[in-house]
């Protein structure tokens, strides 16, 4: 079997290792003696033990399957494999010389113990040199190309971290000269690393400046290759190169199991705004979330959105026995559709059912609810663009408030067992149409609490990264065009979390409901959206006020210079999971919600925002659309 596993390219190898054998025990049977040195007659007479001792070498190697050994990727493995190979044929070899001492002495003669001894070292040697000869070839062609090639078409590159992986990423630009990546050095945050080599290249480490070292060896790009790193080390990495004026690039996180056949230099991939961020992701309490998930229907409402889609993926993993999808955009639940069906493989037992419909329309929703049963309504449609609904309150009453109102009705009327809405940190002391809504969204959730056999509850967090029509996106492209990149004011702040972290944490709230909560996420430190769009320039090459420009646009139409997560008279008690709190339930009665719903549709009926804006600033008392005014002065330079 062994030898059927042979590839035909090894087989050449074979007579270069018997070269190797009969050269080495001729040399060392020729000169053992200096002053006696043996005769031709006497080698030719000692050949049959030098085929015997050949024969064992090559059983030996077939046996270790050196013949197999990928030559261009020869590793440490491989060498401990030829070490030991040759240790074995050296015993053996022993043995043989002995019993042609003993018992065929007076027919062939045998070798002193100390030819064999000798041989044996020079055969593994040989072998070693054979065998890493193609490899040494490619890496010395590598770095004579580059040192002919050192101009515009290669790009001078750091690793950050000399470790497997970035020991694999040079291996592999060795391999791959068109990829134009010069490595010049490593640099690792291990002080026993420091001022060693690896691959041939110095190892920088704590005790040595950044700047100097990119300076030096003009570096492009910075590789940071440290897989096994959390999230806040990474970020750490990321904090200390971002003002070094190179494009970085990053391997995924926990990539552990790094294999030299596979390209780690595809998996390479753009600081993304996570990166710089650090933040430690909460995960889920798996046995909560299937109990309430597996085999049920679930109903997510605007599926189609960056937060709906997102859950609808999350869920799709706990196997529930139908999922149900609610969106007015049928060109995004046709993505999405397409996503949960291919690209995921998911289960054939599970049904995705699609519906295109507006919550506004309660018959609408209402048939649905009683058509497929759900267990569990996610409801993630809304408005949620801030300057827009500015202009269009009356849309974004009809859509957060009613949308809410007419899903929460459907959800009590067919008996849904949990009702979650995801709400938003823009409800907490708003300034804004979009967030009064959503609060309003919040005092109706809470109110059918009181008098459903639904579980009703609210899940309130801030900005989500990369969603659409948040920031990052749009500095992305600014970036991309050559600037400028627009922030509204230098002190503007906001709570971020990413998509797929956001969406567990409201599936695993919604395995906590009891009914009335409102789930406060942890949302971390609050980040200035300067210091954002700073670091962006910085990872993406540039230099901010420089070659790339800021500019201060100033705040827009009911934006806050920063954010809250929850109100004035609301405390927080913590729940079984780390990431999430439960804040203290408001005291509405539901006449009161009829009340201001009443109201607001008196309001609607006006066709006037001015009215509508009155009804909402009369019903929410926290609402202070005049807060927007209070711009501070600001100076450009703080770009700088």
Not at 405 to 432: C, E, M, Q, R, W
Not at 438 to 445: G, I, S, T
Not at 579 to 603: C, D, M, N, Q
Request: overall charge neutral; hydrophobic content about 40%; proline content about 4%.
């Amino acid at each position: 079997m062994i030898l059927l596993r042979v590839k035909l390219k090894y087989l050449l190898l074979i007579p270069i290792d018997l070269i190797v054998i009969f050269t080495s025990y001729t040399l060392c049977f020729l000169f053992w003696d200096l002053n006696a040195p043996a005769s031709a007659p006497e080698l030719i007479r000692c050949l049959p033990l030098i085929c015997a001792l050949a024969a064992v070498y090559l059983i030996v190697y077939f046996l270790f399957d050196m013949y197999n050994i990928s030559l261009r990727q020869i590793s440490f493995p491989d060498l401990f494999t030829i070490f030991f190979a040759n240790l074995s044929s050296m015993v053996l070899s022993l043995a043989i010389n002995f019993f042609f001492a003993g018992v065929l002495k007076d027919r062939l003669p045998s070798f002193h113990y100390g030819v064999v001894l000798m041989a044996s070292a020079l055969i593994l040697l040989g072998s070693c040199f054979v065998r890493c000869a193609p490899r040494a070839a490619i890496i010395l062609r590598y770095q004579v190309k580059n040192k002919r090639n050192h101009n515009k078409t290669c790009q001078n590159v750091m690793i950050y971290g000399a470790g497997q992986a970035g020991s694999t990423l040079y291996k592999e630009f060795a391999r791959n000269p068109e990829l134009g990546m010069r490595v010049c050095c490593y640099y690792d945050d291990d002080p026993q690393k420091a001022g060693g080599r690896l691959n041939g290249l110095k190892i920088y480490g704590p005790g040595s400046s950044l700047q100097r070292i990119v300076n030096d060896y003009a570096i492009k790009t910075i590789i940071i290759a440290v897989p096994s790193a959390s999230g806040e080390h990474q970020a750490e990495m990321v904090n200390r190169c971002k003002s070094l004026g190179c494009r970085l690039k990053i391997l995924p996180l926990l990539y552990d199991l790094v294999i030299e056949e596979e390209s780690l230099y595809r998996n390479l991939r753009n600081i993304d705004v996570n990166d710089l961020l650090g933040r430690k992701e909460k995960n889920i309490n798996i046995e909560d979330v299937s109990g309430y998930i597996c085999g049920r229907t679930i109903l997510v409402t605007g599926a189609g959105g960056s937060i709906g889609s997102e859950l609808c993926r999350q869920i799709s993993r706990f196997r529930p026995r139908r999922l149900v999808l609610f969106d007015i955009y049928e060109n995004n639940m046709y993505d999405l559709i397409s996503e949960l069906t291919i690209n995921l493989h998911l289960d054939q037992e599970m049904e995705i059912v699609s519906y295109i419909g507006s919550v506004r329309d309660f018959e609408r929703i209402n048939g649905i609810c009683a058509q497929e049963r759900p267990d569990v309504i996610f409801h993630a449609a809304a408005h949620k663009h801030v300057p827009f609904m500015e202009e269009a309150p009356g849309e974004a009453v009809k859509n957060n408030v009613f949308g809410t109102y007419n899903v929460a009705k459907a959800a009590d009327l067919n008996h849904v067992g949990t009702f979650v809405l995801i709400s938003t940190d823009k409800a907490v002391n708003p300034t804004n149409v979009m967030g009064t809504t959503k609060r309003l969204a919040e005092l109706v959730v809470q109110a059918y609490a009181q008098k459903s056999q639904t579980r009703f509850v609210a899940v309130r967090f801030g900005n989500v990264l990369n969603s659409n029509g948040s920031v990052v996106p749009l500095f992305k492209r600014q970036i991309a065009n050559g600037g400028p990149v627009t922030v509204t004011h230098p002190e503007i702040t906001r709570f971020f979390m990413t998509i797929p972290e956001a969406a567990r944490l409201v599936i695993q709230a919604g395995s906590m409901a009891k009914g009335g909560e409102i789930f406060v996420l942890d949302m971390g430190k609050p980040v200035k959206i300067l210091d954002l769009a700073m670091d962006m320039i910085r990872i993406s090459g540039y230099t901010p006020g420089v070659d790339m420009k800021i500019e201060f646009t100033g705040l827009r139409p009911g934006e806050k210079l920063y954010e809250e997560l929850l109100q004035d008279e609301e405390g927080t008690s913590e729940t079984s999971h780390d990431g999430i709190f439960i804040g203290s339930p408001s005291h509405v009665t539901w006449e009161e919600i009829e009340r201001i719903l009443k109201e607001l549709r008196e309001a609607l009926a006006a066709s006037s925002d001015e009215a509508i804006i009155e009804c909402l600033k009369r019903n929410v008392p926290t609402y202070h659309p005049e807060r927007n005014m209070e711009k501070k002065a600001y100076n450009s330079a703080k770009v700088n």
